[in-house]
């Protein structure tokens, strides 16, 4: 029996491959866009992805890597990027494998997104900006494309340990990250991938058009009461250490 | 504290329809309004011609928004006539009424340009002089679009939404500033002029119309944006910031 093919739009963060790798384990053929193949040329993007139209049951889109800078540093270069990466990539990929889905009457489409379409950080008007887009978007893929037997789904991803952390002075969300969560715990990388696993079963069918915020529920917990010392003596150990990884509370 | 006989605002896509109900109720409130324009300017005089007649006092300039150095210009032109800037209030968009399907991505490119571009380039551009107001405020204006899709535009309704959350960031980003920044998303308006395709509505599928737009429930009157705006520039509305308030008479509980 044909495996069905599931293509991952953009494997640059860590959330995608891994999701990539788990969703393959389960069976599924995993497919990603060649090298020279441009997100947001439509005209390319369809010639290349006519190839995929025999097997392709799925779309799985993420969001670009997460960017963060002060309004008054960016450049209309920032901008044009953000433009490219977060919205005109995630229409035209709507809009190729979605008009193809729609042509076959089945289909799923999944943007794989942020709690940043509804959370903001301060620092992040251009990458949020993009999050609202596309949270849009996938409400009216499910309006138009919905009554074509197209499935779509936005989820809002929550901070993972591969965020880049503390490079927004004005938020404190990315700080003292385990504690915010509900259960003090991160959510593990098989939480989101299970999520995604089962929204490409014809038993998601119902939940079509919804947003899913797979955080852990950090979005709506205060989380447990942090000092302005531990902040800071947070802040000060991260620029010390110039550390990549989400700092943990309790190794404070 | 600054009167209001000494505020300045600017808003942009004033000329006609919704920004020249802005400006009209904030001018008749003793603003000095830059009135702006890009394709349409013949409505746009008539506007300034209806403020002046009134007593009020304004400006009429012509810029593309999509337009880096042009942006500039329109804030810097403004802050040239009266010295100041208070208010900067982001209107100017466009609309394809396109499904999903009839859009192309340089389309979608020129709308994000505008739609969010525009607001984008204003709001740096007038940052600075922001900054130097006593009590300085940014309204961008949005749409119902913004969170309920309707298959009216998918590529505005992208737009939208990313305003939603650009006014979020900012409002926590200019929070040090002092200045507020909130939304409001904006249903049918009754207006004299529209851009996008006038006949979207008619081919437009039986169950996605919105019996609000066949008159079963009230539009909203451009002036009602502008009292609305009007209280979120004022003292009492300090205190507000990183909202969409919605303003849609209702149209949205359908």
Not at chain 2, 110 to 119: Q, V
Request: glycine share 10%; proline share 4%; hydrophobic share 40%.
């Amino acid at each position: 029996m044909e495996r069905k093919g599931v293509l991952m739009t953009d494997l640059r963060t860590r959330e995608a491959k891994e999701a990539f790798a788990y969703l393959g384990g389960l069976g599924y053929e995993m497919l990603s866009v060649p090298d020279g193949v441009c997100l947001w040329n439509e005209t390319e993007l369809e010639a290349w992805g006519k190839s995929l139209e025999k097997n392709l049951y799925a779309v799985i889109h993420p969001a670009p890597p997460l960017f963060l800078r002060p309004l008054s540093e960016q450049t209309e270069e920032d901008f044009g990027q953000a433009a490219n990466e977060g919205i005109l990539s995630a229409f035209c990929v709507t809009k190729v494998f979605g008009g193809m889905f729609r042509e076959r009457r089945e289909g799923v489409l999944i943007y794989l997104n942020s709690i940043h379409a509804e959370k903001p950080v301060g620092r992040g008007s251009l990458f949020s900006m993009g999050c609202g887009a596309v949270q849009m978007l996938a409400r009216e893929v499910n309006q138009d494309y919905g009554t074509h037997g197209v499935r779509s789904f936005f989820v809002q991803r929550g901070i993972s340990q591969y965020d880049p952390d503390g490079k927004s002075d004005l938020s404190n969300l990315y700080f003292g990250v385990e504690k915010r969560y509900p259960e003090r715990k991160m959510p593990q990388a098989d939480a989101l991938n299970s999520l995604l696993a089962f929204l490409l079963t014809p038993g998601a069918a119902p939940l079509s058009g919804s947003d899913l915020r797979a955080d852990g529920g950090m979005t709506m917990y205060y989380g447990e009461r942090i000092t302005e010392e531990q902040v800071q003596e947070i802040r000060r150990r991260q620029l010390l250490e110039n550390r990549k990884e989400v700092t943990i509370l309790g190794d404070v | 504290m600054a009167t209001y006989e000494e505020r300045v605002a600017l808003v942009t896509g004033s000329g006609k329809g919704v920004g020249a109900g802005i400006v009209k109720v904030l001018c008749s409130e003793g603003w000095r309004c830059c009135i702006h324009c890009n394709s349409n300017r013949t409505l746009a005089e008539k506007t300034v011609a209806q403020i002046r007649e009134a007593g009020g006092e304004a400006i009429l300039l012509q810029a593309d928004v999509s337009d880096p150095a042009q942006a500039k210009a329109l804030v810097e032109q403004t802050v040239q006539q009266w010295g100041r800037l208070d208010l900067l209030v982001n209107n100017a968009a466009m609309q394809y009424n396109l499904f999903i399907d009839e859009y192309d991505v340089e389309r979608l490119r020129k709308l994000w340009n505008i739609n969010i571009g525009g607001y984008w380039r204003m709001i740096r551009e007038a940052l600075p002089y922001l900054r130097k107001s006593p009590q300085p405020r940014i309204v961008n204006v949005a749409s119902v679009h913004a969170k309920r899709p309707t298959c009216f535009d998918a590529g505005y309704a992208m737009t939208k939404g990313g305003i939603r959350m650009f006014t979020r960031e900012l409002a926590l980003e200019l929070a040090g500033d002092g200045i507020p920044v909130n939304a409001i998303d904006l249903g049918g308006t009754r207006i004299e002029f529209k851009t996008g395709n006038p006949a979207f509505h008619s081919y437009r599928p039986a169950e996605t119309r919105n019996p609000a737009l066949d008159g079963k429930v009230r539009l909203v009157m451009p002036e009602e944006v502008g009292h609305l705006v009007s209280y979120l520039a004022s003292e009492a509305a300090s205190a507000m910031t990183g909202s969409c308030i919605r303003l849609d008479g209702g149209q949205m509980l359908n």
